[in-house]
């Protein structure tokens, strides 16, 4: 046989036999051969296509656009992304073959691999990422809030979803009020999300907005340059606002705050700028602003001692704290806590008797969380066992309910049926103490609302007949 005649066998059988798809056009797109694999890989057949120029196929809609006729325009290899019918994609790159003489494409050679599968392993891959995304994302909103209920000591439902809601609301810039009576906790609310946002690693600087005197708070706020007024240290100072940049500031008491630093805070929350005392220098401020009250701010507005565009600004999301009255079952976690603390503190080894327990559970605690607190903390330095009983609890603790008679008429009860005889005793005692239900109420620190329904729960029954 010819040996050139043998190559050209032998160069055929090699074309033939390759596992990549092979397809092979002339320098005007012809088509001129095609191999096995370009037919098991794509699913068109060889007498589709030989003879054919590839516009004409890209015109019948055989392919969606033909790698030989960008070659040939461009001169130089292209690589594409191939859709055939049917929906298979495929990664197709087409290489020039030159007539060195005359510098003009004589042949366009095509490699052609199926990527099907490789895209849609990874389309897979997206959504797995994204799906692992998701459970990361619920896993530290879980941890999160693991860590606030550790360090809110809460069993409360109604807590529990107000720190969901804080954890939600601390991964966004919204400013937040966050209201409730002294002492539930507030400025540990605005801590943990604090420390739960991307701000975390910049300032939490809080500013009492009541215990500044009116004269100092604004220099104090704003800070002031040298000279500013009599007194000024000469180098001048940064105030508070300027201080907590990228962080968080936390106005407690802000009702307690005046009509004319309302009007220059509002500037700071809608201009996100400020101006030391003294100064024209305007200064840019990037601070998420957490306020907080006990006061009615409501009350506050009606009486021209809140600005109502103010409290707009400042409410973009409401958080409200209940009083430890009205979560009586995070007493005994919140008395577990704070006896841990003052015995890692002291060295000590104390716990509270189950009488003693029982007993705070029967106090309304009308200075809430911080009262229990100073409470624990007393009655620990007081005892001189390992065992704190109730005999040893402040007097107005035990002023409130005979703690023996309770034990001996608790004796077998449920949780929920000891509850409801320390409110039955509570709400009774002081209904007859005071005379009326709103006279109690406002003693006991409760609404009149919330006293009538839970005397009419316990079937408490009043002399007045209110």
Known sequence: ?????????????????????????????????????????????????????????VAS????????????????PVTIMQELRGGKKVLVTGTPVFDMAKMEITLVVTNVRDITELIELKDKLHETTLEANRYLAELDKIKRLQQQQTKFATKSKKMIEILETAIKASQFDSNILITGESGVGKGLMAKLMHESSGRKDQPFIIINCAGIPEDLFESELFGYEPGAFS????????????????????????????????AKLLRVIEEKEMNRL?????????????????????ALIESKKFRQDLFFRINTISIVIPPLRERTEDVIPLVQHFTRRINERYGMKKHFSSGAAQLLMSYNFPGNVRELSNIVEQAFLISKRDTVEADELPIQVRDIVDSHSLMFESGNKTYSEIVDLMEYKIIKNAVEKYGSTHKAAKNLKISQSTIVRKMKRLHIKSRNNE
Request: hydrophobic content about 35%; proline content about 1%; charged content about 30%.
């Open 1 to 57: 046989m010819d040996p050139i005649r043998h190559s050209i066998k032998d160069l055929e059988a090699i074309i033939e036999n390759a596992y990549d798809g092979l397809y092979i056009t002339d320098g005007d797109a012809n088509t001129l051969m095609i191999n096995k694999a370009y037919e098991r890989i794509t699913g068109i057949k060889r007498e589709e296509v030989l003879g054919k120029n590839m516009r004409e196929l």
């Open 278 to 298: 003294g100064s024209t220098k305007t200064i840019k401020l990037n601070v998420r602003i957490i306020a907080a009250t006990n006061q009615d701010i409501d």
């Open 231 to 262: 007194g000024a240290s000469i180098k001048g100072k940064k105030g508070l606002l300027e201080v907590a940049d990228k962080g968080t500031v936390f106005l407690d008491e802000i009702g307690d705050m005046s009509l004319r630093l309302q």
């Open 61 to 76: 809609g055989t392919i969606d656009r033909s790698v030989s006729l960008e070659v040939i325009e461009k001169r130089s």
